[in-house]
């Protein structure tokens, strides 16, 4: 069974940082692309930032520069360190996990940025 748990979320002030955590298990995580999405409330589900198995990383433009991903293959644990948030980064946010047609999500952590 296939399970992607996200930790880490929480509520912070503007200009604050989070680390999440998305722990894997029921797959062989070192072979997989692994991704973080939002939702913000009312909008569409937005990809975030990804990371492939071989370590490229890619972000949205909006957390280019204070948003890094970063994956532990030994641990099957995929990271995002969030520094100088925002209000607009509110939002749940979800791990997934890529590989051909094998396409996996956590069940999402709340992100909260409000002073």
């Known amino acids: 069974q296939v399970q992607l748990v996200e930790s880490g979320g929480g509520l912070v002030q503007p200009g604050g940082s989070l680390r999440l955590s998305c722990a894997a298990s029921?797959?062989?995580?070192?072979?997989?692309?692994m991704a973080w999405y939002r939702q913000a409330p009312g909008k569409q589900r937005e990809l975030v930032a990804t990371?492939?198995?071989?370590?490229?990383?890619n972000y949205v433009d909006s957390v280019k520069g204070r948003f890094t991903i970063s994956r532990d293959n030994a641990k099957n644990t995929v990271y995002l360190q969030m520094n100088s948030l925002k209000p607009e980064d509110t939002a749940v946010y979800y791990c997934?996990?890529?590989?051909?047609?094998?396409?996996?999500w956590g069940q999402g952590t709340q992100v909260t940025v409000s002073s």
């Open positions: 997934n996990a890529l590989r051909g047609t094998l396409n996996f």
């Open positions: 029921g797959i062989t995580f070192s072979t997989y692309d």
């Open positions: 990371i492939t198995k071989g370590g490229r990383t």
